[in-house]
């Protein structure tokens, strides 16, 4: 694995990290921004409590990545956890924008580069994970390995 991959892989999670701190943040301090930007609209309190909720999913990933950020030297499965992260906000994006119905000019926009960070970010570590290994000789990792037969 070559010294760049290693601090991209870094930079990656550590972007990532504050990305989903400073989002989480957003929608506790200041969940009217969210809406003003994205919407147009700060009238929305009625769903404050389900866009914290989503503040809570992107504290549970700044938790995970941040581990990912410490341990992925040692335990290379923590990059293929940060992929999925990654590719499952992926998914929660493309949603948010294809039902979003009242989308200012500049959140319609500022929703169109997450899904392609994410992906990028995803493939990015799935691709680190897959050169991690390589560098250990190993062609796969399995977690836990299967008994030969299972007792009776």
């Known amino acids: 694995m070559t010294r760049n991959l290693k601090i991209s892989v870094d930079v990656v999670l550590v972007a990532a990290v504050l990305i989903d701190v400073v989002l989480c943040g957003l929608t506790w ?23 914290r909720r989503c503040g809570g999913h992107w504290a549970a990933f700044a938790l995970f990545q941040l581990v990912a950020l410490v341990r992925w030297r040692q335990a290379f499965h923590w990059l293929v956890l940060a992929a999925g ?12 924008l294809l039902s979003s119905p009242n989308l200012s000019s500049g959140g319609g926009l500022s929703l169109l580069a997450p899904p392609v960070l994410n992906l990028g970010m995803g493939l990015l570590l799935m691709y680190a994970f897959h050169q991690a290994l390589a560098a250990t000789g190993r062609a796969d990792l399995r977690l836990v390995e299967a008994p030969a037969s299972a007792p009776a």
């Open 29 to 51: 301090v200041s969940p009217e921004t969210w809406f003003e930007v994205l919407h147009g609209t700060s009238d929305n309190a009625a769903f404050y409590p389900f866009l």
């Open 85 to 96: 992260l990654r590719f499952s906000d992926l998914f929660t994006d493309l949603t948010y």
